[in-house]
């Protein structure tokens, strides 16, 4: 994808969906004794929230309509990355740390590792809420048996495709095939286009290898296993990438979020894009002259059998050292926006793709034909297309077998320096990603692990 899970995101627009979700858990909070109300001189308890996301501080508004003794400060401290750092320095500081905090799936373990965020599975009933999620994002948020944060929302894998241009190569279906999608990317190519592009994306690489029923990661403990060069899910992707790397059926060039990369895919020069379900209203309002052109499909597979993996996604964690006075309130905000039918709405109504398998199997979500324009107005940027029955399928279909690496914003900001080789044509992709390995076991045991 694209999108760089570095964050779709917080790229994500405004999406109108009427969804009825899964309801109030009230009764999975497991009480506390001793928690009192920190107040401000309102008298009301004051949370601090760090979001990228605006879609969460239109929930926070929600929920203080609902809890009027609660008051929710949400502030947007930068991107991904530099949300890490603050959370990086506060942690190390012993103070400035947010009460709640979004954080991407990718990054909860290395934050689980620092011992910043706390463990849920003391005040919620982890038993009774792991229907209530996906299995890959409820996956991504229990490590090492505990529970880190609750899943906000999710990145199913789809394929989006430019119809006119797979209509202009004689394709009259999406490959459901990694082999398919070899043989349309030779008849694409043909007419002038790309099937898709890549120009080195460590989100895209990670993503591939889960859908390809990868897991080169595994943490046990202070046991660091990071075996790359032999996962099968690598393996697959790096050879069938090499392939098409080799016969020029890739785009390597233009690169992910430029406006190079947006004019291509609006005129047809890059037919397709692997990429979350999230992508969805980054194509409306960045390709806006593709209009009716596009359609969403499930990832092609390795055999017609179904997987998937997510790519992007994130959660509300709490972290470790919130007052406990505020905790009760920590606990009701989190369960409101992740689970509450009218906090999971402010939400997905306005661009996030959602984490509860309730509201992917929800009649008027699986309905939607449109999108939402800037002005409110709805766009049917598919076709008219029920896009969201697909996507409902993939987060189906993701398995729950991945680890993310316990320093994974550090591993995807080495990538490029390792993988870049490949892409320039100076090296195979094996080759490369055997480099990057190396760089990311030494990091590993400069970190203090045991690696294996």
Known sequence: MVATARDGQARKEDQHEQVIATAAIGALLIPLAGCGNTTTSSGKTELTVWSWDASIDRAAKSFMKANPDITVKVSNVGSTEETYTALNNAAQAGSGLPDVTLIEYLAIPQFVHSDTLMDLSKVYNTAKLKD?????????????????????????????????????????????????????????????????????????????????????????????????????????????????????????????????????????????????????????????QATGKFRVALLPTIDGTPINGEYGGSGLAITKKIPDGKLDAAKKFVEYVTTNDEGIDARVSNGSFPATTKTLNQKDFLAKTTLRNTDGSDNEFFGGQKYNEIFSQAAKDVTGKWEFLPFEPYARSVYNDNMGSFFAGKTSFRTAADNWQKALKDYAKDQGFTVQ
């Open 132 to 288: 209530t999620f996906t299995p890959g994002t409820w996956n991504s948020v229990n490590i090492n048996g505990g529970l880190y944060a609750m899943p906000a929302d999710s990145g199913p894998m789809a394929y989006f495709y430019d119809k006119d241009v797979f209509d202009k190569a004689g394709i009259s279906e999406p490959p459901t095939t990694w082999d398919e999608f070899y043989e349309d990317a030779k008849k694409i190519r043909a007419t002038g286009s790309y099937i898709t592009s890549d120009s080195g994306d460590a989100g895209l690489f990670n993503a591939m290898m889960w859908a390809m029923g990868g897991h080169a990661y595994k943490l046990n403990d202070d046991k660091l296993t990071i075996n790359i060069a032999k996962d099968k899910g690598a393996q697959r992707f790096m050879d069938l990438w090499q392939k098409m790397r080799d016969e020029d059926l890739i785009d390597v060039h233009t690169k992910t979020w430029t406006d190079d990369w947006m004019k291509s895919l609006g005129d047809g020069s890059i037919a397709s894009l692997i990429s979350g379900a999230w992508m969805a209203n980054n194509l409306l309002q960045g390709v806006p």
